[in-house]
């Protein structure tokens, strides 16, 4: 038995019917090496029940809470069952792209039994005729609440499920694990009491802590900011969102996007992937006409894992904003405003400092937290207030090594997350087997067009990767023309 941190218990305050507060990696699987006969649904059974062991997420269920005045425990389930959370379905026929992320963003809409522990799976067949995808492949599609996990310890699950071998069915593992009954309405209670007493000298402590942290930051920003930071503005992903969703993705080889990043000295990987969706979402704003003046900006969640505090579970993030200037045409420029724009907000973070972000929810009342926070989210989607972020963009480095499940080789993921009020357009990026995709998901009234911004999404990969080439073919020409002026003359 455990008790959530304040940081976990948030993300249950923020479940409702249109905002399910799950986490949904998609895992596209190779069984052509399988000669004999397609894996059987029931070989995927017994690879998930030999890997139960590996993380305490898979059989744990929430209980106690007191009403929200305390967070809740989580209890090793006695009554789990596995056929429960692992579900088999096939995508209907033809079975093209199109129809695959319509079923993906059902399935998504739909929220998971609180009662039960917080995760499923969805095998899914069908996929023969899906352009891109593997001949005779299967996915595997998980939802796991974001109480649970971040992306980091997400990541880590989809480690726990795989082998690195082919072989059919994993080696039987020593599982000791027992159930256990629920906390009694005295531990609950009493808990609680003591909790909601030590919560003003916590609120004096983390102030204490946060003041100061806030005014370091801001000095260490202000002596070395480049740039002004991003004005605040609004655009169509920054209303209340419905319970419908909608997906697609933009699948990239990785080895592309590392050349992308070497063309601007010190970028990376995701100020490529920023500077991608800045420029998508420029070419689809502007074909409403929507396009603001100034740059829209990105939330991005930060690993805050200390090396040996890594854990497959619970949520260690923290959040820094980063401008995807929008506003600028050129695509290698964009990708150097972003790149300045994620370094300083990167130093800024660090200068706040880790744990000083992460504490701040031991502050309220769980119940008070969540009435706040859903509060001042729909307040703030129905209002004109400018925001500092605009979208979210999630970059979760997956799996290197190759992968197999059942035998099957695990050959893309993908991955989705949860929408919020104000937060209407989420891209989560994996990278995995020499590939990196950028999911987005939305509401339909938000983003009716999914197909479309997909279609922005790649002309602008295009755009990037052709400007960087010829930036790399220029800088070449220049450094040769030397070497020929010394030639001598013929």
Known sequence: MQKLTEMDSSFLQQETPRTPMHISPILVYDQSARRDH????????????????????????????????????????????????????????????????????????????????????????????????????????????????????????ITAIHSLTDELVPPPADDPWRGESDPSEWQVWSQASVNTLRRPATFFDKIQRLVPAVIRANRQSAEHRAMQRAPMVRCRFNGPVSSTRVTDALIMDLEQVKAIRRAVEGAT???????????????????????????LSCTAPINMRQGSSSTSSGNQVSNMTISMATDIADPLERLRAVNLSARESKAYAEALGT??????????????????????????????????????????????????????????????????????????????????????????????????YQQCLREAFEELRRATQRAASAAARSMARPNRARLPPV
């Not at 509060?375 to 999630?394: C, G, K, R």
């Open 38 to 157: 397609p894996v059987r649904f029931k070989e995927i059974l017994t690879t998930f029940e030999c890997n139960l062991h590996k993380s305490t997420i898979f059989r744990r269920k929430l209980a106690g809470g007191a009403f929200g005045l305390d967070t809740p425990y989580w209890v090793e389930d006695p009554d789990f069952d596995l056929e429960f959370h692992v579900r088999h379905i096939a995508l209907p026929q033809p079975g093209d792209w199109r129809q695959f992320c319509i079923l993906l963003a059902r399935l998504h809409a739909r929220g998971l039994d609180m009662k039960r522990p917080l995760w499923e799976a969805y095998v899914i067949e069908g996929l023969n005729k899906v352009a891109g995808l593997p001949k005779h492949s299967f996915a595997i599609m998980l939802k796991i609440h974001h109480s649970a996990i971040d992306g980091i310890s997400g990541a880590e699950i």
């Open 269 to 295: 990987v995701n100020d490529a992937i920023v500077a991608i969706v800045g420029g998508g979402l420029r070419k689809y704003l502007q074909s409403k006409n929507e396009l603001p003046d100034t740059t």
């Open 355 to 452: 744990s000083v972000i992460m504490d701040m929810s031991e502050i309220m009342v769980p119940q008070v937290l969540g009435w706040s926070m859903r509060a001042v989210s729909l307040a703030t989607a129905s209002s004109n207030v400018p925001l500092p972020f605009n979208v979210v963009i999630s970059n979760v480095p997956g799996p290197q090594a190759t992968l197999y499940l059942a035998g099957a080789r695990l050959d893309l993921i993908m991955g989705m997350g949860p929408l919020l009020h104000t937060m209407g357009l989420f891209h989560g990026v994996f990278s995995a087997a020499g590939r990196i995709t950028i999911n987005f998901l939305s509401c339909r009234e938000m983003l009716p067009d999914p197909a479309f």
